[in-house]
């Protein structure tokens, strides 16, 4: 599975639009890329998922380019309840097979 | 999107007792479903697969005998952690995976379930 590569830790302010990067250099051709929000003492929640160019739904939009060797996902108009922790994650989408989270992006919020 | 349960959400017990937690896919069937755990500060790890009528895959390091997996059904999916200890609290999540409509299928975690072993 290819590994992913995430900002630690990134700061925002209400109202602002956010952008977390990904690097993913070894993506298969098979490989989907999905994001997932994590909050304190919950399970990850689906954000969005991709394979190449925009995707865009009513909470996110999933930038990749040609290459596909790294995504970026934005978050438009940020709030206090978005401080959380993000994960990039790659994987061929193929039933059998589970996603491997890396350290994830904690996301603080401030107003 | 597809919703996964977990049971109980939290459980506390007494060191050297068994603890079952049920994970469902409430709308849509699962041949297969993932077990993570997660540590403090930490990310999760993929602890086995789960695999309905068969046997599970552990990761390496995943002991089989103390965490009893069965996939009874195409909705339900077991975890029994053996004669817990204190090392072995830790806040375990499940997933399945459902075909989102695309070519491909979406994996979506249960709420996760808080065990605390005194």
């Known amino acids: 599975l290819a590994k992913t590569t995430q900002p630690i830790s990134m700061d925002s302010y209400e109202g602002q639009e956010v952008n977390i990067t990904c690097s993913h250099n070894n993506i298969a051709t098979n490989d989907y890329i999905t994001w997932y929000q994590q909050f304190p003492s919950q399970g990850p929640r689906f954000i969005i998922q991709?394979?190449?160019t925009k995707v865009t739904n009513e909470v996110a939009s999933l930038f990749i380019p040609a290459d596909r060797k790294s995504s970026t996902l934005s978050l438009p108009r940020v709030s206090l309840s978005d401080t959380a922790v993000y994960y990039c994650l790659v994987g061929d989408g193929q039933a059998g097979t589970a996603l491997i989270f890396g350290k994830g992006t904690t996301l603080s919020v401030s107003s | 999107g597809a919703v996964v349960s977990q049971h109980p959400s939290r459980v506390i017990c007494k060191s050297g007792t068994s603890v079952k937690i049920e994970c469902r896919s409430l709308?849509?069937?699962?041949?297969?479903m993932f077990w993570y755990r997660q540590f403090p500060k930490q990310s999760l790890m993929l602890m086995a697969t789960s695999n309905e009528g068969s046997k599970a895959t552990y990761e390496q390091g995943v002991e089989k005998d103390k965490f009893l997996i069965n996939h009874a059904s195409l909705t339900l999916s077991t975890l029994t952690v053996t004669s817990a200890h204190p090392e072995d609290s830790s806040f375990y999540i499940c997933?399945?995976?459902?075909?989102?409509?695309?070519?491909?299928?979406?994996?979506?975690f249960g709420p996760g379930t808080r065990l605390t072993v005194l």
């Open positions: 991709g394979y190449k």
């Open positions: 997933s399945a995976r459902d075909r989102n409509g695309d070519y491909t299928d979406t994996q979506y």
């Open positions: 709308d849509f069937q699962a041949t297969t």
